[in-house]
């Protein structure tokens, strides 16, 4: 069964602080990996999605990266600001019909001013 | 803009007391799924309809229900809360199944259920 983890559950980070989210899963045999943003009491936003065939993807500040053989993915926030403060989760995809995505249980990353 | 809306954002019932949650979409995809999110928790498939076709998650208890009338509109019955059943529950679309290989699900703000 595919199992979705992430470390370190929460952050506090000064403002302009460069930072790294990890993301790890079970099973490699993913279709592929989206990092999600959530902010409080709201729905999620997806940021970025990386191909099972792909090693990053990029938009604005942010980089997401996949080793799909080790399992793992890591999002990095460049120069991070204050409203980046949230939730941030990793899904996988395994494919198939009837399946849907498979979420980790979040890094709650605050950024200080 | 094209969106995924839940009503009602908040939603207060008594334990035992039937509740329903609405969810609809604009996007006109085929798939709309629930999900339940307790606090500091993943999001967690309860089901999903393709189209017409009703897909229950193998542990999704049998207190959740759910209708979709028209691909408009999709509701989540829940018939009798329990203090467990207290959560988010999330609503979200895709075109198609095999959609997800390259797109995303767009996920509507959520309902917050609390149980008294």
């Known amino acids: 069964k595919q199992e979705v983890t992430q470390i370190p559950a929460a952050l506090s980070v000064p403002e302009g602080e460069n930072l790294v989210l990890n993301c790890s899963f079970t099973?490699?045999?993913?279709?592929?990996l989206q990092w999600f943003r959530q902010d409080p009491g709201k729905g999620l936003t997806s940021l970025l999605l990386?191909?099972?065939?792909?090693r990053e993807q990029t938009s604005g500040r942010l980089n997401a990266s996949l080793d799909k053989s080790s399992g793992r993915s890591t999002l990095y926030i460049a120069a991070s600001q204050p409203g980046d403060s949230a939730t941030y989760l990793c899904?996988?995809?395994?494919?198939?019909?009837?399946?849907?995505?498979?979420f980790g249980k979040g890094t709650t990353l605050s950024v200080s001013s | 803009d094209a969106m995924v809306i839940q009503n009602p954002r908040y939603q207060v019932t008594q334990f035992g007391k039937p509740v329903t949650l609405s969810c609809s979409q604009t996007?006109?995809?085929?798939?709309m799924y629930w999900y339940q999110q307790k606090s500091s928790q993943a999001p967690k498939l309860l089901f999903h309809?393709?189209?017409?076709?009703?897909?229950n998650e193998a542990d999704t208890p049998d207190n959740f229900q759910s209708r979709r009338p028209n691909t408009s509109f999709c509701f989540l019955d829940i018939r009798s809360p329990g203090l467990g059943d207290a959560a988010m529950y999330l609503c979200?679309?895709?075109?198609?199944?095999?959609?997800?290989?390259?797109?995303?699900?767009?996920f509507g703000p959520g309902t917050r259920l609390t149980v008294l």
């Open positions: 099973d490699s045999a993913i279709y592929n």
């Open positions: 899904a996988v995809y395994l494919g198939g019909a009837g399946t849907a995505l498979i």
């Open positions: 309809y393709y189209d017409k076709d009703f897909n």
């Open positions: 996007l006109n995809h085929n798939v």
């Open positions: 979200a679309t895709s075109r198609d199944i095999g959609a997800l290989s390259t797109d995303t699900q767009y």
């Open positions: 990386i191909q099972s065939s792909q």
